[in-house]
């Protein structure tokens, strides 16, 4: 019998994640289908998690939160940053994972030896992605437009600054986790700040995904290696295929499976 899994969000109608995984179903020969589901009360995810029998889901804006609250167990670094994306039901159990940050590190350690970045933003995405890369021995500073955001950074021992006085020191990678760039055409940070951060690093990465932001072009005249957050969603996708599969491949394997998903 197949297994069902889906992707709740609001809105999710643009979602890649069942194109992705259910290539992967197709190219393993796993017996497992995916499909989406609109989800408008986060309170309501686990109930309906289980009435559609499903073995694994992910989850999206603006559920994260509530994934979280819907399992009966979290890893401890999902619990940490409050967002969880993978549900997995083992043994009557609701397990909750987050892949986005172990996803994005998978994709960054391909482009060099990084040991310190430079993160863009401080949003929800900033506050994950910089304690994951911590996590990994990466040293991390936090740049952001205003000061209100950076006092949970503060809190946790990053170095944050703002625009103001801000001087880019050398840093191995620098990261946009703003949403610059997504809607219009403007940069993270003004030009001057952002070409000087730039010239002194080894890589350049956006989590914006669907377009090539101006973050991006810059990076690009410097010849800077670079991903942007498609690279991102498909390393989540490989790794939370890896927990709906209960590791039965390995993440290599999955990848080729998974990655032509990027050309359809
Ligand atoms: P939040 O809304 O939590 O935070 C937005 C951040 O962007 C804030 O730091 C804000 O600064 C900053 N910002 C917004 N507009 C500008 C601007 N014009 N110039 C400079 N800074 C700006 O967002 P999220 O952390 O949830 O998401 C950030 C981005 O990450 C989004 O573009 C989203 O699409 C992307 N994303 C991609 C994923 C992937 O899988 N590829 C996964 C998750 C997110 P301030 O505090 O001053 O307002």
Same mark, same amino acid.
């Given at each position: 019998?197949?297994?069902?899994?889906?992707?709740?969000?609001?809105?999710?109608?643009?979602?890649?994640?069942?194109?992705?995984?259910?290539?992967?179903?197709?190219?393993?020969?796993?017996?497992?289908?995916? &499909?989406?589901?609109?989800?408008?009360? !986060?309170?309501?995810?686990?109930?309906?998690?289980?009435? =559609?029998?499903?073995?694994?889901?992910?989850?999206?804006?603006?559920?994260?939160?509530?994934?979280?609250?819907?399992?009966?167990?979290?890893?401890?670094?999902?619990?940490?940053?409050?967002?969880?994306? &993978?549900?997995? =039901?083992?043994? !009557?159990? =609701?397990?909750?994972?987050? &892949?986005?940050?172990? !996803?994005?590190?998978?994709?960054?350690?391909?482009?060099?030896?990084?040991?310190?970045?430079?993160?863009?933003?401080?949003?929800?995405?900033?506050?994950?992605?910089?304690?994951?890369?911590?996590?990994?021995?990466?040293?991390?500073?936090?740049?952001?437009?205003?000061?209100?955001?950076?006092?949970?950074?503060?809190?946790?021992?990053?170095?944050?600054?703002?625009?103001?006085?801000?001087?880019?020191?050398?840093?191995?990678?620098?990261?946009?986790?703003?949403?610059?760039?997504?809607?219009?055409?403007?940069?993270?940070?003004?030009?001057?700040?952002?070409?000087?951060?730039?010239?002194?690093?080894?890589?350049?990465?956006?989590?914006?995904?669907?377009?090539? &932001?101006?973050?991006?072009?810059?990076?690009?005249?410097?010849?800077?290696?670079?991903?942007?957050?498609?690279?991102? =969603?498909?390393?989540? !996708?490989?790794?939370?295929?890896?927990?709906?599969?209960?590791?039965?491949?390995?993440?290599?394997?999955?990848?080729?499976?998974?990655?032509?998903?990027?050309?359809?």
């Amino acid at each position: 019998m197949r297994e069902l899994f889906a992707i709740f969000g609001n809105p999710v109608h643009h979602s890649k994640s069942p194109l992705m995984h259910n290539l992967a179903f197709q190219k393993l020969g796993y017996p497992g289908c995916y &499909t989406r589901r609109l989800l408008e009360d !986060g309170s309501k995810l686990r109930e309906t998690f289980l009435n =559609l029998e499903l073995k694994g889901a992910n989850i999206t804006v603006p559920h994260k939160e509530a994934a979280m609250l819907a399992a009966d167990e979290v890893e401890p670094f999902a619990a940490e940053v409050r967002a969880v994306n &993978t549900l997995v =039901l083992k043994n !009557g159990k =609701l397990y909750g994972y987050n &892949t986005d940050a172990p !996803g994005f590190y998978r994709a960054l350690t391909r482009l060099g030896d990084v040991k310190t970045a430079l993160i863009i933003g401080a949003g929800g995405t900033a506050r994950a992605l910089s304690l994951y890369l911590r996590s990994r021995g990466i040293d991390v500073e936090v740049v952001n437009r205003s000061a209100g955001r950076l006092e949970w950074f503060k809190q946790e021992g990053f170095v944050c600054h703002t625009w103001d006085g801000f001087h880019a020191e050398a840093k191995d990678a620098v990261i946009n986790n703003t949403s610059a760039g997504l809607e219009d055409e403007s940069l993270p940070m003004p030009k001057e700040l952002l070409d000087k951060a730039l010239s002194n690093a080894k890589c350049a990465v956006d989590v914006i995904y669907g377009k090539k &932001t101006p973050f991006l072009k810059e990076a690009e005249k410097l010849n800077l290696p670079t991903f942007d957050g498609s690279e991102m =969603l498909l390393q989540q !996708g490989i790794i939370a295929f890896d927990y709906f599969t209960d590791h039965r491949y390995d993440l290599d394997e999955i990848e080729t499976a998974m990655r032509p998903f990027l050309q359809l």
